[in-house]
């Protein structure tokens, strides 16, 4: 059996409709995140021993050392499986609003205020080309929160950063309900933000 298996959904498919459908979620969930799973499955056991006994977010953040022979897959599939699995958690039903605790404050510092946040990442992740992520991370180096489009699925911890908050715009996040609109789409996210998942994903990082 694997190292991995497929994270739960800490709430039911329907739960965060209107804004996203139940249908999509269960794709989502149990075809695209199990496919990443499994890739990762596929591929952990051609890591070295030394690394196959570490946690994913620091192999993906140590990434230029894993092999070049299974780096690749290793980026893909590992920055997938750990991608969703925050992304599941970043979301809940009855979400949203501005977020208030130390990640309120953080980003207020960071950005100036939070409807300047929400745009500046509603508006850069809008036009992510193609398939990628839009990040709120944390950078360890000057303790500070930036905001960071990835491609694919690489994960912000390859770069050295904490990802707290990330929205996925492959098309299989939204395509059934809003066709091409990704923009209605991203506005809609924000109705099911989890801040208090956010706020305690800061804390312990910083």
């Not at 196959?52 to 620091?58: E, N, V």
């Not at 745009?119 to 500070?144: D, H, M, R, Y």
């Not at 715009?169 to 801040?195: F, I, S």
Request: charged content about 20%; cysteine-free.
């Amino acid at each position: 059996m694997g190292k991995f298996t497929l994270p739960e959904v800490p709430y039911a498919y329907e739960a965060l409709e209107p804004h996203i459908d139940a249908k999509t979620m269960e794709i989502h969930h149990t075809k695209h995140h199990q496919a990443y799973t499994n890739g990762l499955n596929d591929n952990w056991d051609k890591l070295p021993t030394e690394m196959q006994g570490k946690d994913l977010p620091d192999v993906l953040a140590s990434i230029s050392t894993v092999p070049e022979s299974v780096r690749g897959a290793i980026n893909f599939h590992g920055g997938g499986y750990d991608n969703h699995r925050l992304f599941w958690n970043n979301m809940k039903p009855n979400g949203g609003g501005a977020p208030g605790s130390s990640i309120g404050d953080a980003i207020n510092k960071a950005f100036g205020d939070f409807n300047t946040f929400k745009e500046q990442f509603s508006t850069k992740t809008t036009a992510i080309q193609g398939s990628g992520w839009g990040w709120l991370v944390l950078n360890p180096k000057t303790k500070n929160l930036e905001y960071k489009a990835m491609p694919n699925q690489t994960s912000p911890r390859t770069e050295g950063l904490v990802p707290l908050l990330g929205l996925d715009v492959w098309e299989h996040a939204y395509y059934l309900k809003y066709q091409n609109k990704r923009v209605d789409y991203v506005g809609a996210w924000w109705n099911v933000v989890n801040w208090d998942e956010v706020d305690n994903r800061y804390s312990k990082a910083k």
